[in-house]
């Protein structure tokens, strides 16, 4: 299974990193929505903010490929011929969806690097991290953590005929409730609770205190735990969905 | 009415209509009003912290550029689309009117981007406190109708270039994205590098955005005047632009009977 779940996501990280689409919105979004609050920022004499911004629109990275890429995940197999074949597998489609999954949330890395680079060389952005060491932890922890929640929105979208029109509606929503650049006490005390649920908001907690300074671990273990929830329920979302299309033979239909 | 106006309007109605992917009722709301208020949304609490600024400027600024949305992305679809569906050989064989048949298409994209930027007003009217002075709004009307024809002149110049380009729907996205960062909508463009300053002047959208920006602060039409005819011009240059570049392909794909080649 370890075999089955490595190859499979070198495969689909190769696969993805090979898609214009994916390097528009893993790389040159990223970029531009840091340029964006790196001038905002400065415009606003909130220069300090800046490492801050580089971050926050590096994980708004990681989730815009995490939610383009798994939400539209098992519909791409349909389209490309291939669900039949991993569905009729030997191995637990749960297992073959899983490295697909965490591979989108694995190219928003290429975010992270590319907002500190551009932020460090454009900007002059300090990359002093406060605890570099932590920070290499947190980082893998919370792209496995939206990899596991791509395996919910995975399972969950295949039931919209439009799921790529969805994907586009959940983009900034959660870029917001999440706090990624935007500080949840601006927002209306209702989106707190909401925000809980979500692992992006603990990665960027985790991440964003590693650089800067604070506790990472609360952050660390809320992303595992929710990581470790979304598994669960992606599986059970996984079977259900197969269960579905085989009684009523809609495997390939979309 | 004439052939050509029978193209033009008919036509347009009907290339809207195939791109059902727009006009299906849960589609349309979540691409064409869900996402732009949420991206108002967005950028008014993202200014709110930044700071130095007021709501007003986030919110002017958003709402006439989600307009773009159905302007660029609609307008390389409406004309890219043919090609990569096979129906472009059908249509350039046809005698119509191409002034009318390219035009046409853009009708009903400009109605639409007015639809979703009237939304994005009114949404922030709602949860943002906007309140610009009523007496002002027919004013804002216009300076946004020009804004969205302008866009709309631009995405038919990304869309003219799908005729040719392999992959136009990145530079369509690529476009869209580098508008929010050049063209003012978050940052003035006088707070902006020179170079990225020059660039968001010579395209549509940036003054625009600056002319409704003074009119919601009170300007009047005659205040925004030299704003309002450079929007018009750059969209007119945008259009002929767009439109040598349809014909200049569709003689250059005649030619070399690569039409639908990619």
């Known amino acids: 299974m370890l075999r089955l779940l490595g190859i499979g996501w070198l495969f689909h990280l190769k696969n993805l990193t090979n898609s214009l689409f994916f390097v528009l919105i893993s790389v040159l979004q990223p970029v531009i929505f840091a340029t964006i609050a790196f001038f905002m920022f400065r415009a606003g004499d909130r220069t300090g903010g800046l490492l801050y911004a580089a971050l926050g629109a590096g994980l708004m990275g990681i989730w815009s490929s995490t939610l383009f890429g798994s939400g539209g995940a098992i519909q791409w197999q349909r389209w490309q011929g291939t669900l039949e074949i991993v569905v009729a597998a030997p191995a637990r489609f749960l297992w073959v969806m899983l490295p697909l999954t965490v591979s989108t949330a694995t190219i928003g890395l290429y975010s992270i690097v590319a907002t500190l680079f551009w932020g460090r060389v454009f900007f002059g952005v300090p990359l002093d991290f406060e605890h570099p060491w932590l920070f290499a932890l947190a980082l893998p922890v919370t792209v496995l953590s939206l990899g596991l929640l791509g395996l919910v929105l995975a399972s969950t979208f295949v039931l919209y005929r439009q799921a790529s029109a969805f994907s586009n509606l959940l983009e900034y929503p959660i870029w917001l409730v999440t706090g990624l650049l935007v500080p949840l006490s601006l927002l209306p005390g209702w989106v707190e609770p909401l925000s809980w649920v979500l692992a992006p908001t603990w990665g960027m907690e985790a991440v964003r205190n590693a650089a800067l300074g604070g506790e990472v671990w609360p952050g660390v273990g809320m992303c595992v735990l929710l990581g470790a929830i979304y598994l669960a329920l992606g599986a059970l979302l996984l079977q259900n969905f197969e269960h579905l299309a085989r009684r009523r033979a809609t495997l390939s239909l979309t | ?262």
Do not use: K
């Open chain 2, 1 to 262: 009415m004439t052939p050509a106006l029978r193209v033009f309007f008919v036509g347009g109605r009907i290339s809207y209509r195939a791109l059902f992917n727009w006009i299906s009722p849960g589609i349309y709301v979540t691409t064409m009003l869900g996402s732009p208020l949420f991206q108002i949304l967005f950028f008014t609490y993202l200014g709110r912290y930044a700071g130095g600024r007021n709501d007003d400027f986030f919110i002017v600024g958003n709402a006439v550029q989600v307009s773009a949305m159905a302007g660029i992305y609609g307008m390389v679809m409406g004309i890219a689309n043919e090609r990569q569906y096979g129906t472009l050989s059908p249509l350039l064989a046809t005698p119509a009117n191409r002034l009318a048949v390219f035009a046409g298409r853009g009708l009903p994209f400009i109605v639409n981007g007015l639809a979703v930027s009237a939304f994005g007003f009114a949404a922030s009217w709602a949860l943002l406190d906007f309140s610009p002075d009523p007496e002002v709004l027919p004013a804002l009307a216009l300076v946004v109708t020009i804004t969205v024809v302008s866009c709309t002149a631009l995405g038919a110049l990304i869309g003219s270039i799908g005729l040719r380009a392999r992959d136009v729907f990145f530079a369509a996205n690529l476009v869209y994205f580098l508008m929010l960062l050049f063209c003012g909508v978050n940052v003035d463009v006088s707070d902006l590098p020179g170079w990225m300053e020059a660039v968001g002047t010579a395209i549509p959208l940036t003054h625009g955005i600056q002319a409704a920006r003074q009119i919601v602060d009170g300007a009047s039409l005659g205040d925004v005047a030299e704003l309002v005819a450079t929007e018009a011009a750059i969209g007119a240059a945008y259009g002929v632009a767009a439109y040598g570049l349809f014909r200049l392909f569709e003689a250059e794909g005649r030619r070399r009977a690569s039409l639908e080649t990619y």
